[in-house]
């Protein structure tokens, strides 16, 4: 059982410069399904050699790199990271399935996705600071280059705002995680990039910046979370997120949405929950948090239920859809954390089928504008089935996974931000309404003769989304594989925080 995490990674990283080497699209593609396969086998292994009641790393991994500037490879999994690693290996095979048709640059395009897959594993279990932020750029550039090669009309506008934005946040991440680091080598006199050392040693941070109206500890705090919420992307951070999946090729949209916006919501566990109730503001900062919840989860709502384009609503929902984690993670419950860990692992299922769904439509009619399309059902019945499923789950139907992690936070916070709840509460409606409207004219009703011959999705493009609607119902039937493992860390995060709950009510 020793060493399965790098062997992911180094498995990934293989095949993913095999996949660059391949001479033609049957090779690409094939290691790409092969690699990924591989990965997705051993983090079953790791997903069932998994202890759920035990809250500290496991499956702990540690190599030596850089020794005088205290840099080691460091690697583990708790509840936080597990669900994630097991949701990144979901993910990846079935977005090269799904993607199995392509024959642009093929070995470039199954090699870069591997990337990202390589990318998102060191992030969610990398426990050195310094290798957790290397993989945190990694994953920027395949990115990068699947918007600016494989996109839309307007892919290198997209793809160098998606750059400038997240490189620039994680720069201002990269300034507090050094504050920290040189704050640590006062204190213990040792250099360390361990995560768990860094963020100990922020307890006994102190100075003012700004002529005494900041602390350096609320700064320190408030450039990671910076950090963590563009890459969520949360309001008012969120402007990069709309133009990069309308204009990505709909791998990149699915990898986008369901992995690479999680890594926000993962540092909120990761590094913010832990350093929270030794900040100089805790109050004040929770409240931050919480207002910015709301402020995502109506303001997304509201811009998704003026969308025409399909793909642009489905990304503005997402926007609404991780405002619930931030919430939840401000609500500093227990049952509230692990229900928004669990929106993070449902929603990466749930956007998959979405963004998947757009991207049929968009190849068999030409067109994504809703009211251009209109009784594509008639033709494309499986699509139809596949993406009824996706839009139930994503406005939270019983039985399926969206309402479980919805259910849990927005329950179990009200306890500590009751009038944020009631606001939430505004845009479970407005998620329904705009979901529904969107089916009904782009999928129900007359057929829209203009829209001349279309066919039903591809079977593997099929096969992808069935597997995710599988699992999504799976997952809201059964939630326990892995909300027990969040609820045990969650419980572990919180035990220290209790002084600082309800200070905002």
């Given amino acids: 059982?020793?060493?399965?995490?790098?062997?992911?990674?180094?498995?990934?990283?293989?095949?993913?410069?095999?996949?660059?080497?391949?001479?033609?699209?049957?090779?690409?593609?094939?290691?790409?399904?092969?690699?990924?396969?591989?990965?997705?086998?051993?983090?079953?292994?790791?997903?069932?050699?998994?202890?759920?009641?035990?809250?500290?790393?496991?499956?702990l991994e540690t190599y030596s790199w850089v020794p005088s500037i205290g840099v080691n490879l460091k690697f583990g999994v708790d509840g936080i990271g597990m669900p994630l690693v097991l949701l990144s290996n979901i993910i990846i095979p079935l977005t090269v399935i799904f993607a199995w048709g392509e024959t642009q640059q093929a070995n470039k395009f199954y090699g870069l996705i591997l990337l990202e897959l390589v990318g998102v594993m060191g992030v969610f279990t990398s426990l050195d600071f310094f290798v957790f932020y290397i993989f945190w750029e990694i994953v920027l550039i395949p990115m990068y280059f699947l918007i600016s090669i494989w996109g839309g009309p307007r892919k290198d506008y997209a793809a160098i705002k998606f750059?400038?934005?997240?490189?620039?946040?994680?720069?201002?991440?990269?300034?507090?995680?050094?504050?920290?680091?040189?704050?640590?080598?006062?204190?213990?006199?040792?250099?360390s990039f361990d995560i768990f050392e860094l963020l100990k040693s922020y307890q006994v941070m102190d100075g003012w910046l700004l002529k005494g109206i900041l602390s350096i500890k609320d700064a320190v705090f408030l450039g990671l979370l910076f950090g963590f919420l563009v890459k969520m992307p949360a309001v008012p951070f969120h402007t990069w997120l709309p133009d990069a999946h309308v204009e990505a090729p709909t791998a990149g949209s699915v990898i986008l949405a369901a992995l690479l916006l999680k890594m926000g919501g993962y540092g909120l566990f990761r590094v913010i929950l832990p350093i929270l109730p030794y900040s100089d503001?805790?109050?004040?900062?929770?409240?931050?948090?919480?207002?910015?919840?709301?402020?995502?989860?109506?303001?997304?709502?509201?811009?998704?239920?003026?969308?025409?384009?399909?793909?642009?609503?489905?990304?503005?929902?997402?926007?609404s859809h991780m405002g619930y984690v931030t919430l939840g993670a401000a609500a500093l419950i227990p049952l509230s954390v692990s229900g928004a860990m669990y929106q993070q692992f449902s929603h990466g299922l749930i956007t998959g089928i979405l963004f998947m769904s757009c991207g049929v439509i968009q190849h068999s009619a030409g067109t994504r504008i809703i009211h251009d399309l209109g009784g594509i059902a008639k033709y494309m019945p499986k699509l139809t089935f596949v993406m009824l499923a996706g839009f139930l789950a994503s406005l939270g139907l019983p039985a399926m996974s969206g309402f479980v992690a919805e259910f849990l936070i927005l329950v179990n916070s009200y306890f500590t931000l009751p009038t944020f709840v009631i606001l939430a509460l505004f845009g479970i409606v407005f998620t329904a309404g705009y979901h529904l409207w969107a089916m009904q004219r782009a999928v129900f009703g007359t057929y829209n003769e203009k829209l001349g011959h279309i066919h039903d999705g591809a079977s593997y493009e099929i096969a992808s989304m069935a597997i995710l609607v599988l699992l999504v119902i799976y997952f809201g039937l059964n939630p326990n594989p892995v909300l027990d493992m969040m609820t045990t860390s969650a419980t572990s995060l919180l035990q220290f925080v209790t002084g600082i709950k309800g200070v905002i009510t």
Avoid: C
């Avoid at 180094?10 to 399904?33: C, D, H, P």
């Avoid at 931050?288 to 642009?312: E, N, P």
């Fill in 1 to 59: 059982m020793a060493a399965l995490i790098s062997l992911m990674i180094v498995i990934s990283l293989l095949g993913a410069i095999l996949t660059f080497l391949t001479k033609n699209r049957e090779q690409a593609r094939t290691v790409a399904l092969v690699t990924s396969l591989a990965s997705f086998a051993l983090s079953l292994i790791l997903f069932w050699g998994f202890d759920s009641k035990i809250s500290t790393i496991q499956f």
């Fill in 281 to 319: 503001s805790p109050g004040k900062l929770i409240t931050i948090m919480a207002i910015i919840g709301v402020l995502s989860i109506l303001y997304g709502t509201f811009l998704a239920l003026a969308q025409r384009d399909l793909k642009k609503m489905v990304a503005y929902s997402s926007i």
């Fill in 163 to 191: 750059f400038i934005y997240t490189h620039v946040a994680s720069l201002v991440m990269l300034l507090a995680i050094f504050t920290l680091y040189f704050n640590a080598l006062n204190v213990t006199g040792k250099p």
